[in-house]
């Protein structure tokens, strides 16, 4: 992309026409935007300069583009810079909008005269020929030229001829100071002013000064050519008085004092024909006094303000107005700030203070703020240097604080510049920060190992690593890897590491690592010794050299009842317990039949064999069920049949109905879930299928991985808490509904049953109300007595 912005930024001269005609009637002009052939009846746009054609869609992309921008946009081809960009499809000549292609016409044009102005610079004959590319032909006509100067005529030649024609005479134009005339041989253009230096004085003749003859030839009055910028002084008419003018041309205004121009009283309010009719005596010239008329002057003064303005309090006089005894309220210069200072000091300071607060605006740079007191500034310039790192990567732009980007690093090195191998190389000059040549040579560097080198040469410091394919021991020494890159050094084969550790009654559990097992200093695995009152392992901390110390055991033992429905998973302490409430039972129950005198054997109750024996108690369902057992049999009715649902409804465990029936309607949704699941499996040609359920807590996932069990689906739990979710797959043949669903089974024991019905019974007599009411004996045909 550099390359080819780089191509497109450097000037390329103009194609001449003949070529650009038969290159477009042929196709074979190429946009030297896109590089692509311009067809036929392609819309096209021309440079005006250096005639180049383009595709009219590249050219609009180009003149938008970033690496058009120079105050407009710049022509691919000569860099000329233009303000409009290209809009319409025209003809070469510019006249006709979107030509048609004829077969007979050059493409893209308008096939009627040129029309255009040629080159020449004093040529006024448009283009005669048809409307073509590339700049038009030079005028054919011959025409009778002079000289520059215009005194000397030649011979017919050829317009547009850039030829400059000079005589051999003086030229003799009169200069600019109309007094001499031009020294110099035939010249172009206008003659040089007057080299002559002559003296001229100002106005009031006290200043002169010695310049360039026809300086100030305009300002000249007849005694002076230009103003010293001092008082004049000169002696007015009534010769009283000085003029008190600047340096001025002509003669001097009349006295300002004179009777003729003073026609009120010192404050302008009383015309002085008023005060004559008064008894006042009439001026004679200009140094008699100017009657006063008592009055206030009220003349405005310089202080106050627009809503406040002060006026003279004195008596009308002649002269300024002397100080006001008021205060004025002035302004700061941001305008923030007022303030009220008397008005006798403004006539010392300035009208303006200067106040406390910062200005909080951008700098021109868009980075930094003013910060400046009392601001007045316009366009708020930084003057910080900006100091940001160059494109080159070494110095730091040295410019004033600026926006955009900062310019491209303008040093560069006239050294060569080479590979590390050195066989490519760059040519100077070379602009900063520019890299080594890339090099297609392996890599000459020496290296760590003696496998073969497969990188090329490179400017890094240091190589890649080697990726030979080697065999190398595990860090554990446990087996030997195949093609392992060379430069891996720390290789695990995944396996236990299970080492003898120091307490010598433990292995290493970590997977195969680096350095010595125990990181920590000392064995923390549990104490695999048994308990000498229940059997379990001690659990406790390695403690080498000491007795296992005596804590609550916290294995986990399995206990079930009697008939062997009921199944927990309690800890050893908890069924321990259980037991010395059962064997304190017994106990009492042989103490009772000693007491009949009965021999007893209590040894049983008291053995660390019928201590693991624990069971835990049968309670009504397990009735239910013996009771059910015992009815099959007696009716000879197949143990394998299930006609009561019993044994559907004990596949769910104790702690899942309860959840069950804390939350039903969860719990009927995940089975309706897993059952479409299931059923779909089953029905499908896959052999697997997956549900995801969306993140839920502890208690939920729970509920799942239980019915996934009953249902023979596979359920696994990804990610952390709180997005933790369950996964679950059937398998086709494996997964199966169950004959009975948790939610049929909760719903049916939460149904309230309806009551027994009323017998209808009739009245006959009292007799034989007595002998309904009679209360027959329960008899128990379960009860069988051995």
């Not at 008596?315 to 309220?329: D, F, I, K, M, N």
């Not at 006539?347 to 951008?362: D, G, I, P, S």
């Amino acid at each position: 992309i550099v390359y080819f912005s780089s191509f497109l930024l450097s000037p390329k001269p103009p194609p001449p026409a003949g070529c650009l005609i038969e290159q477009l009637s042929e196709e074979k002009y190429e946009c030297m935007v896109c590089c692509d052939v311009i067809r036929l009846m392609a819309p096209v746009w021309s440079c005006q300069s250096c005639f180049h054609v383009f595709h009219l869609n590249c050219i609009k992309k180009w003149a938008r583009s970033p690496a058009s921008q120079a105050d407009g946009w710049r022509c691919p081809a000569c860099q000329n810079v233009a303000l409009k960009h290209p809009t319409s499809y025209t003809c070469f000549c510019g006249k006709v909008t979107n030509p048609e292609w004829q077969r007979s016409e050059i493409p893209h044009s308008c096939g009627d005269m040129c029309g255009k102005k040629r080159s020449g610079a004093d040529c006024n004959h448009p283009c005669n020929i048809l409307c073509h590319p590339g700049p038009c032909p030079q005028c054919p006509a011959f025409v009778t030229k002079a000289c520059i100067c215009g005194r000397t005529r030649y011979s017919p030649m050829r317009c547009g001829q850039a030829t400059v024609l000079q005589c051999d005479k003086v030229c003799g134009a009169v200069l600019n100071c109309a007094e001499h005339t031009c020294s110099q041989v035939c010249h172009r253009g206008q003659c040089q002013p007057c080299q002559l230096l002559v003296q001229q004085v100002c106005y009031c003749g006290v200043t002169s000064r010695e310049v360039l003859c026809g300086t100030d030839k305009d300002g000249f009055d007849g005694s002076g050519h230009f103003s010293c910028q001092k008082l004049c002084g000169k002696m007015l008419e009534c010769e009283a008085h000085q003029c008190q003018q600047v340096c001025h041309p002509g003669p001097c205004q009349p006295c300002p004092r004179s009777p003729s121009l003073v026609k009120t009283c010192p404050c302008g309010q009383t015309p002085l024909a008023k005060l004559l009719e008064l008894g006042y005596s009439e001026r004679q010239s200009c140094s008699d006094l100017i009657p006063s008329c008592g009055k206030t002057c009220n003349k405005p003064l310089a202080c106050g303000s627009s809503d406040s303005i002060h006026i003279c309090e004195k008596l009308c006089h002649e002269g300024s107005c002397g100080p006001c005894s008021l205060t004025s309220t002035i302004r700061c210069r941001c305008g923030f700030k007022t303030k009220e200072v008397p008005c006798e000091t403004i006539h010392n300071e300035e009208l303006v203070f200067t106040c406390e607060k910062r200005c909080n605006k951008k700098r021109s740079c868009g980075r930094h703020k003013c910060g400046e007191l009392c601001c007045v500034s316009v366009e708020h310039k930084c003057h910080l240097i900006c100091g940001y790192k160059l494109n080159c990567g070494l110095h730091r732009c040295q410019e004033p604080c600026h926006r955009g980007n900062c310019e491209p690093c303008w040093q560069s090195s006239f050294d060569e510049l080479t590979c590390h191998c050195g066989q490519s190389v760059l040519y100077p000059p070379i602009a900063c920060g520019t890299k080594p040549p890339e090099c297609k040579n392996l890599c000459t560097r020496r290296h760590e190992c003696d496998h073969p080198v497969f990188h090329n040469c490179h400017s890094e410091e240091k190589c890649p690593p080697c990726t030979y394919l080697t065999q190398k021991w595990c860090m554990g020494k446990h087996e030997q890897r195949n093609n392992i890159p060379c430069h891996l050094q720390d290789i695990s084969c995944g396996l236990t590491c299970n080492k003898e550790l120091p307490c010598e009654m433990h292995h290493c559990k970590r997977l195969c690592h680096r350095g010595e097992c125990l990181a920590e200093g000392s064995c923390h695995q549990p104490c695999t010794l048994p308990r000498p009152d229940c059997g379990h392992p001690c659990a406790a901390p390695c403690h080498k050299g000491s007795s296992c110390p005596r804590t609550t055991c916290t294995a986990k033992v399995a206990l079930q009842c009697d008939c062997g429905r009921r199944k927990e998973t309690v800890h050893c302490t908890d069924a321990a317990t259980s037991y010395q409430r059962y064997a304190a039972i017994a106990m009492a129950s042989k103490l009772s039949d000693m007491q009949l005198g009965d021999s007893v054997d209590i040894g049983q109750l008291i053995t660390k064999k019928e201590l693991k024996q624990t069971r835990l108690e049968c309670d009504q369902e397990c009735a239910t069920l013996e009771r059910n057992r015992r009815l099959a049999e007696a009716l000879q009715i197949d143990s394998s049949a299930d006609p009561f649902n019993i044994r559907s409804t004990s596949i769910y465990s104790d702690s899942l109905k309860e959840d069950a029936r804390k939350d039903l309607k969860f719990v009927t949704e995940v089975e309706e879930e897993i059952k479409n699941l299931v059923e779909l499996t089953n029905k499908g040609k896959q052999p697997k299928r997956s549900q995801c359920f969306p993140p839920m807590n502890r208690e939920h996932r729970k509920i799942i991985h239980e019915l996934a069990e009953v249902y023979a689906v596979e359920s696994v739990s990804y990610d952390s808490e709180p997005k933790r979710n369950v996964v679950i797959t059937a398998h086709k043949g494996k997964s199966a509904c169950p004959a009975s669903s948790l939610t049929s089974l909760i719903e049916r024991e939460m149904t309230v049953r309806a009551p027994p019905p009323i017998a209808h019974i009739k009245q006959h007599s009292s007799n034989t109300w007595s002998k309904m009411v009679k209360e027959e004996p329960v008899i128990d045909y379960f009860d069988v007595q051995d």
